[in-house]
Protein backbone atom coordinates (compact mmCIF):
# COMPACT_ATOMS: atom_id res chain seq x y z
CA UNK A 1 0.00 0.00 0.00
CA UNK A 2 2.76 2.15 0.74
CA UNK A 3 4.77 1.75 -2.72
CA UNK A 4 0.98 2.33 -4.49
CA UNK A 5 0.81 5.75 -2.24
CA UNK A 6 4.00 7.08 -3.57
CA UNK A 7 3.70 6.17 -6.93
CA UNK A 8 0.55 8.61 -6.64
CA UNK A 9 2.54 11.53 -5.17
CA UNK A 10 4.95 11.12 -7.79
CA UNK A 11 2.71 11.70 -10.26
CA UNK A 12 0.00 14.27 -8.65
CA UNK A 13 3.71 16.32 -8.17
CA UNK A 14 4.60 15.88 -12.13
CA UNK A 15 1.66 17.26 -13.10
CA UNK A 16 1.34 19.82 -10.91
CA UNK A 17 4.51 20.96 -12.35
CA UNK A 18 3.46 20.62 -15.96
CA UNK A 19 0.75 23.20 -15.43
CA UNK A 20 3.13 25.45 -13.11
CA UNK A 21 5.35 24.96 -15.98
CA UNK A 22 2.38 26.30 -18.88
CA UNK A 23 1.16 28.72 -16.87
CA UNK A 24 4.71 30.60 -16.60
CA UNK A 25 5.00 30.45 -20.74
CA UNK A 26 1.66 31.81 -20.79
CA UNK A 27 2.65 34.62 -18.48
CA UNK A 28 5.85 35.19 -20.39
CA UNK A 29 4.43 35.55 -23.93
CA UNK A 30 1.80 37.98 -22.69
CA UNK A 31 4.61 40.09 -21.20
CA UNK A 32 6.46 40.05 -24.44
CA UNK A 33 3.53 41.48 -26.28
CA UNK A 34 3.02 45.41 -27.44
CA UNK A 35 1.03 47.85 -25.09
CA UNK A 36 -2.76 48.25 -26.23
CA UNK A 37 -2.80 51.29 -29.00
CA UNK A 38 -6.98 51.15 -29.18
CA UNK A 39 -6.80 54.87 -29.56
CA UNK A 40 -3.80 54.75 -32.15
CA UNK A 41 -6.03 51.99 -34.28
CA UNK A 42 -9.31 53.64 -34.12
CA UNK A 43 -7.42 56.99 -35.33
CA UNK A 44 -6.11 55.13 -38.25
CA UNK A 45 -9.51 53.63 -38.80
CA UNK A 46 -11.03 57.41 -39.36
CA UNK A 47 -7.85 58.50 -41.44
CA UNK A 48 -8.79 55.43 -43.67
CA UNK A 49 -12.64 56.05 -44.14
CA UNK A 50 -11.55 59.78 -44.74
CA UNK A 51 -9.37 58.75 -47.10
CA UNK A 52 -11.36 56.38 -48.57
CA UNK A 53 -14.62 58.81 -48.86
CA UNK A 54 -12.33 61.29 -50.20
CA UNK A 55 -11.04 59.00 -53.08
CA UNK A 56 -15.34 58.23 -53.85
CA UNK A 57 -15.89 61.83 -53.81
CA UNK A 58 -13.14 62.47 -56.58
CA UNK A 59 -13.80 59.36 -58.28
CA UNK A 60 -17.87 60.45 -58.71
CA UNK A 61 -16.77 63.94 -59.80
CA UNK A 62 -14.15 62.65 -62.62
CA UNK A 63 -16.88 59.91 -63.84
CA UNK A 64 -19.89 63.08 -63.91
CA UNK A 65 -17.34 65.27 -65.80
CA UNK A 66 -17.44 62.22 -68.61
CA UNK A 67 -21.40 61.71 -68.37
CA UNK A 68 -20.38 58.17 -67.12
CA UNK A 69 -22.39 58.00 -63.77
CA UNK A 70 -25.06 55.26 -63.31
CA UNK A 71 -27.25 57.68 -63.06
CA UNK A 72 -27.18 59.33 -66.20
CA UNK A 73 -26.71 55.77 -68.29
CA UNK A 74 -29.79 54.63 -66.81
CA UNK A 75 -32.04 58.13 -68.13
CA UNK A 76 -33.37 58.58 -71.08
CA UNK A 77 -35.59 61.18 -72.96
CA UNK A 78 -38.36 61.00 -74.96
CA UNK A 79 -39.34 63.25 -78.43
CA UNK A 80 -42.73 63.17 -79.77
CA UNK A 81 -43.79 65.37 -83.06
CA UNK A 82 -47.23 66.40 -82.49
CA UNK A 83 -49.49 67.77 -85.52
CA UNK A 84 -53.24 68.70 -84.62
CA UNK A 85 -53.70 66.20 -82.23
CA UNK A 86 -53.60 68.37 -79.15
CA UNK A 87 -56.31 65.79 -77.15
CA UNK A 88 -54.56 62.72 -77.98
CA UNK A 89 -50.91 64.41 -77.19
CA UNK A 90 -52.20 65.60 -73.22
CA UNK A 91 -53.38 61.68 -73.01
CA UNK A 92 -50.50 60.76 -74.30
CA UNK A 93 -48.06 63.02 -71.65
CA UNK A 94 -49.94 61.73 -68.74
CA UNK A 95 -49.54 58.15 -69.67
CA UNK A 96 -45.79 58.87 -69.49
CA UNK A 97 -45.41 60.59 -66.75
CA UNK A 98 -44.95 57.22 -65.28
CA UNK A 99 -42.21 55.87 -66.88
CA UNK A 100 -39.45 55.01 -64.84
CA UNK A 101 -36.19 56.72 -65.93
CA UNK A 102 -37.25 59.42 -68.12
CA UNK A 103 -35.77 62.18 -67.85
CA UNK A 104 -37.59 64.86 -69.72
CA UNK A 105 -40.26 65.10 -72.88
CA UNK A 106 -39.52 67.32 -75.28
CA UNK A 107 -42.77 67.65 -77.97
CA UNK A 108 -41.51 69.00 -81.35
CA UNK A 109 -44.65 71.55 -82.36
CA UNK A 110 -45.55 71.17 -86.01
CA UNK A 111 -48.63 73.60 -85.29
CA UNK A 112 -47.41 76.37 -87.00
CA UNK A 113 -49.71 79.34 -85.80
CA UNK A 114 -51.23 77.99 -82.95
CA UNK A 115 -50.34 78.24 -78.93
CA UNK A 116 -48.79 75.09 -77.78
CA UNK A 117 -50.60 73.50 -74.23
CA UNK A 118 -47.98 74.61 -72.24
CA UNK A 119 -50.19 76.55 -69.97
CA UNK A 120 -52.39 74.28 -69.83
CA UNK A 121 -49.83 71.57 -68.60
CA UNK A 122 -48.13 73.51 -66.29
CA UNK A 123 -51.48 75.14 -64.27
CA UNK A 124 -52.40 71.30 -63.53
CA UNK A 125 -49.08 70.48 -62.36
CA UNK A 126 -47.05 69.42 -61.12
CA UNK A 127 -45.12 66.64 -62.85
CA UNK A 128 -42.72 64.16 -62.24
CA UNK A 129 -41.31 64.55 -65.49
CA UNK A 130 -40.64 67.83 -67.28
CA UNK A 131 -41.89 68.69 -70.78
CA UNK A 132 -40.41 71.25 -73.09
CA UNK A 133 -42.22 72.08 -76.11
CA UNK A 134 -40.05 73.01 -79.05
CA UNK A 135 -42.26 75.40 -82.18
CA UNK A 136 -41.33 75.47 -85.26
CA UNK A 137 -41.19 77.77 -88.58
CA UNK A 138 -42.06 74.69 -90.40
CA UNK A 139 -44.81 71.73 -90.74
CA UNK A 140 -41.95 69.63 -92.05
CA UNK A 141 -41.80 65.39 -91.19
CA UNK A 142 -37.58 66.05 -90.26
CA UNK A 143 -37.97 68.45 -87.53
CA UNK A 144 -38.18 65.73 -84.61
CA UNK A 145 -34.47 64.63 -85.67
CA UNK A 146 -33.32 68.10 -84.71
CA UNK A 147 -30.33 67.70 -82.19
CA UNK A 148 -32.03 69.72 -79.42
CA UNK A 149 -29.85 71.14 -77.06
CA UNK A 150 -32.09 70.22 -73.79
CA UNK A 151 -31.39 66.41 -74.73
CA UNK A 152 -28.41 65.49 -72.52
CA UNK A 153 -29.07 61.84 -72.57
CA UNK A 154 -27.10 58.87 -74.39
CA UNK A 155 -30.60 57.30 -75.26
CA UNK A 156 -33.98 59.07 -76.26
CA UNK A 157 -36.85 57.33 -77.18
CA UNK A 158 -38.89 58.93 -80.50
CA UNK A 159 -42.41 58.18 -80.59
CA UNK A 160 -45.25 59.22 -83.32
CA UNK A 161 -48.00 61.26 -81.42
CA UNK A 162 -50.90 58.36 -81.62
CA UNK A 163 -48.59 55.61 -80.43
CA UNK A 164 -49.47 54.64 -76.38
CA UNK A 165 -46.55 51.81 -75.53
CA UNK A 166 -47.61 50.52 -71.83
CA UNK A 167 -44.79 51.63 -69.29
CA UNK A 168 -43.57 47.59 -68.67
CA UNK A 169 -42.89 47.77 -72.62
CA UNK A 170 -41.19 50.96 -72.57
CA UNK A 171 -39.07 50.07 -69.41
CA UNK A 172 -37.79 46.26 -71.18
CA UNK A 173 -36.94 48.27 -74.09
CA UNK A 174 -34.54 50.34 -72.37
CA UNK A 175 -33.10 47.67 -70.63
CA UNK A 176 -32.49 46.11 -74.61
CA UNK A 177 -31.09 49.32 -76.00
CA UNK A 178 -28.29 49.23 -73.07
CA UNK A 179 -27.61 45.99 -74.76
CA UNK A 180 -27.32 47.39 -78.02
CA UNK A 181 -26.46 50.82 -77.51
CA UNK A 182 -25.21 51.64 -81.07
CA UNK A 183 -28.42 50.44 -82.76
CA UNK A 184 -32.00 51.38 -83.33
CA UNK A 185 -33.92 49.25 -80.89
CA UNK A 186 -37.43 49.14 -81.35
CA UNK A 187 -41.41 47.81 -81.73
CA UNK A 188 -41.91 47.99 -85.52
CA UNK A 189 -40.02 45.98 -87.68
CA UNK A 190 -39.81 46.70 -92.02
CA UNK A 191 -37.85 44.79 -94.74
CA UNK A 192 -37.28 45.67 -98.12
CA UNK A 193 -36.59 43.23 -101.03
CA UNK A 194 -35.14 43.39 -104.13
CA UNK A 195 -36.59 41.85 -107.62
CA UNK A 196 -33.99 42.45 -110.87
CA UNK A 197 -32.01 45.68 -108.47
CA UNK A 198 -35.06 47.26 -107.80
CA UNK A 199 -35.72 47.70 -103.97
CA UNK A 200 -39.44 47.50 -102.45
CA UNK A 201 -40.47 48.50 -99.06
CA UNK A 202 -43.06 45.98 -96.95
CA UNK A 203 -43.96 44.73 -93.30
CA UNK A 204 -40.99 41.88 -92.22
CA UNK A 205 -43.13 38.84 -93.17
CA UNK A 206 -42.94 39.64 -96.99
CA UNK A 207 -41.15 37.31 -99.01
CA UNK A 208 -37.96 37.89 -101.19
CA UNK A 209 -39.11 36.94 -104.26
CA UNK A 210 -35.27 35.94 -104.94
CA UNK A 211 -34.06 34.33 -102.20
CA UNK A 212 -37.10 33.85 -100.46
CA UNK A 213 -37.66 33.42 -96.76
CA UNK A 214 -39.97 35.58 -94.69
CA UNK A 215 -39.60 36.91 -91.14
CA UNK A 216 -36.86 38.98 -91.53
CA UNK A 217 -36.53 42.53 -91.25
CA UNK A 218 -33.86 44.96 -92.29
CA UNK A 219 -35.42 48.52 -90.43
CA UNK A 220 -36.84 49.18 -87.24
CA UNK A 221 -39.34 51.93 -87.65
CA UNK A 222 -38.05 55.28 -85.25
CA UNK A 223 -42.11 55.70 -84.47
CA UNK A 224 -41.50 53.72 -81.65
CA UNK A 225 -37.89 53.46 -80.56
CA UNK A 226 -35.10 54.04 -78.65
CA UNK A 227 -31.45 55.32 -80.87
CA UNK A 228 -28.76 56.92 -79.62
CA UNK A 229 -28.51 61.11 -79.64
CA UNK A 230 -24.96 60.98 -81.71
CA UNK A 231 -27.88 59.91 -84.46
CA UNK A 232 -29.47 63.15 -84.33
CA UNK A 233 -26.50 65.21 -85.52
CA UNK A 234 -25.65 62.66 -87.70
CA UNK A 235 -28.85 63.13 -89.90
CA UNK A 236 -28.09 66.85 -89.69
CA UNK A 237 -24.57 66.31 -91.15
CA UNK A 238 -26.34 64.25 -94.46
CA UNK A 239 -26.28 65.43 -98.21
CA UNK A 240 -28.31 67.95 -99.06
CA UNK A 241 -29.97 65.34 -101.40
CA UNK A 242 -30.77 63.17 -98.49
CA UNK A 243 -33.05 66.11 -96.61
CA UNK A 244 -34.31 67.28 -99.99
CA UNK A 245 -35.62 63.70 -100.74
CA UNK A 246 -37.14 63.85 -96.70
CA UNK A 247 -38.86 67.26 -97.93
CA UNK A 248 -40.09 66.38 -100.74
CA UNK A 249 -41.51 63.01 -100.18
CA UNK A 250 -42.76 64.57 -95.90
CA UNK A 251 -41.86 60.72 -96.04
CA UNK A 252 -38.73 58.63 -95.39
CA UNK A 253 -37.11 59.93 -92.33
CA UNK A 254 -37.31 56.97 -90.83
CA UNK A 255 -36.29 54.69 -93.50
CA UNK A 256 -33.12 57.51 -93.80
CA UNK A 257 -32.34 57.40 -90.00
CA UNK A 258 -31.80 53.29 -90.65
CA UNK A 259 -29.67 54.01 -93.61
CA UNK A 260 -27.55 56.65 -91.37
CA UNK A 261 -26.74 53.79 -88.76
CA UNK A 262 -26.11 51.11 -90.93
CA UNK A 263 -23.37 53.25 -92.69
CA UNK A 264 -22.27 54.21 -89.00
CA UNK A 265 -22.14 50.43 -88.17
CA UNK A 266 -20.60 49.40 -91.38
CA UNK A 267 -17.90 51.59 -90.65
CA UNK A 268 -17.09 51.85 -86.88
CA UNK A 269 -18.19 47.84 -86.37
CA UNK A 270 -15.37 45.88 -84.79
CA UNK A 271 -17.01 42.62 -86.50
CA UNK A 272 -14.93 40.64 -89.24
CA UNK A 273 -15.74 38.36 -92.10
CA UNK A 274 -18.48 38.71 -94.19
CA UNK A 275 -21.30 39.62 -91.03
CA UNK A 276 -22.94 42.61 -91.11
CA UNK A 277 -24.92 44.14 -88.08
CA UNK A 278 -28.68 45.37 -88.72
CA UNK A 279 -29.39 48.54 -88.47
CA UNK A 280 -32.23 47.89 -85.65
CA UNK A 281 -33.56 45.33 -83.02
CA UNK A 282 -37.00 44.34 -82.65
CA UNK A 283 -38.52 43.93 -79.82
CA UNK A 284 -42.20 42.49 -79.80
CA UNK A 285 -44.49 44.39 -77.62
CA UNK A 286 -47.08 43.04 -75.52
CA UNK A 287 -49.48 46.35 -75.51
CA UNK A 288 -48.61 49.16 -78.09
CA UNK A 289 -51.93 51.20 -78.98
CA UNK A 290 -52.99 54.13 -81.75
CA UNK A 291 -54.80 55.91 -80.73
CA UNK A 292 -55.79 57.87 -83.60
CA UNK A 293 -58.99 57.13 -84.08
CA UNK A 294 -59.44 58.74 -80.80
CA UNK A 295 -58.76 62.27 -81.85
CA UNK A 296 -61.32 64.71 -81.55
CA UNK A 297 -59.62 66.42 -85.52
CA UNK A 298 -59.73 63.39 -87.20
CA UNK A 299 -56.88 63.80 -88.42
CA UNK A 300 -55.47 60.90 -90.09
CA UNK A 301 -51.80 60.05 -90.28
CA UNK A 302 -49.67 60.53 -93.28
CA UNK A 303 -49.19 56.91 -94.00
CA UNK A 304 -52.94 57.07 -95.10
CA UNK A 305 -51.96 58.68 -98.41
CA UNK A 306 -52.31 56.37 -101.27
CA UNK A 307 -49.04 57.04 -102.60
CA UNK A 308 -46.86 56.16 -98.86
CA UNK A 309 -46.06 53.05 -99.57
CA UNK A 310 -44.71 53.80 -103.08
CA UNK A 311 -42.96 56.89 -101.79
CA UNK A 312 -41.10 54.57 -99.70
CA UNK A 313 -39.71 51.88 -102.46
CA UNK A 314 -39.11 55.23 -104.05
CA UNK A 315 -36.79 56.26 -101.36
CA UNK A 316 -34.90 53.34 -101.00
CA UNK A 317 -34.28 53.63 -104.44
CA UNK A 318 -32.88 57.08 -103.99
CA UNK A 319 -31.16 56.68 -101.03
CA UNK A 320 -28.84 53.65 -102.61
CA UNK A 321 -28.17 56.25 -105.65
CA UNK A 322 -27.21 58.57 -103.51
CA UNK A 323 -24.88 56.88 -101.30
CA UNK A 324 -24.27 54.25 -103.61
CA UNK A 325 -24.52 51.16 -101.59
CA UNK A 326 -27.34 49.46 -100.08
CA UNK A 327 -26.00 49.28 -96.33
CA UNK A 328 -29.66 47.52 -95.17
CA UNK A 329 -28.58 44.11 -93.51
CA UNK A 330 -31.27 41.42 -92.61
CA UNK A 331 -32.00 40.09 -89.13
CA UNK A 332 -34.31 37.65 -87.61
CA UNK A 333 -33.61 38.61 -84.12
CA UNK A 334 -36.70 39.26 -82.18
CA UNK A 335 -36.67 40.20 -78.44
CA UNK A 336 -39.33 39.23 -75.96
CA UNK A 337 -40.00 39.38 -72.18
CA UNK A 338 -39.39 36.42 -70.75
CA UNK A 339 -42.70 34.62 -69.99
CA UNK A 340 -46.02 36.34 -70.81
CA UNK A 341 -46.73 38.93 -68.62
CA UNK A 342 -49.69 39.62 -66.53
CA UNK A 343 -50.42 42.98 -67.36
CA UNK A 344 -51.00 41.85 -70.90
CA UNK A 345 -54.47 40.13 -69.83
CA UNK A 346 -55.94 43.74 -68.86
CA UNK A 347 -57.51 44.06 -72.25
CA UNK A 348 -59.37 40.87 -71.32
CA UNK A 349 -60.32 42.13 -68.43
CA UNK A 350 -61.39 45.19 -69.27
Known sequence: MRIRRCRLGIRHTYLYCVILLLLLIGVTLTALLPPATEKLDLAALKHLEVSRRSTSQKEIHSNRRHGDTAEEEEKFSIVIQTHNRTDILLKILNHYQAVPHLQQIIIVWNNIGVETPQKLWDSLGPHPVPVIFKEQTSNMMRNRLQPFPEIDTRAL????????????????????????????????????????????????????????????????????????????????????????????????????????????????SKSTGSFKKPSGVFVKPVDLRNLESNAISGYKGMWHRPEHFLQRSYCLNKLTEIYGIMPLSFSNLMITQFGFPAYANHKAKA
Open 157 to 268: LMLDDDTLVSVPDVSFAFSVWKQFPDQIVGFVPRTHVSTRGVYSYGSYELQDPEAGGGDRYSMVLIGAAFFHHRYLQMFQDQPQAVHKLVDETQNCDDITTNFVVALYLRKH
